[in-house]
């Protein structure tokens, strides 16, 4: 797997099992940038993944 491909695998599995999470806290963990960590939620919503996000609380797994 390529690394953003990682990247998208690990934002998918920290967002499962929590209750809101931010693009910062995503940011700090997965050591991106919170634009990088937007990129990617709105790419894996564009595949399927049903991640639900309000700005300035949160992103959760639907």
């Known amino acids: ?3 953003r491909a990682d990247r998208l695998f690990q934002i998918a599995e920290l967002l499962r099992g929590r209750r809101l999470t931010t ?5 700090d963990w997965l050591s991106v ?5 937007y990129r990617d939620v709105r790419d ?3 595949s399927g993944v049903p991640i639900e996000g309000e700005a300035g609380i949160g992103y959760r797994l639907n």
């Open 23 to 27: 693009a910062q806290q995503l940011a």
């Open 33 to 37: 940038s919170p634009r990088t960590v």
């Open 44 to 46: 894996l919503q564009l």
């Open 1 to 3: 797997m390529t690394r």
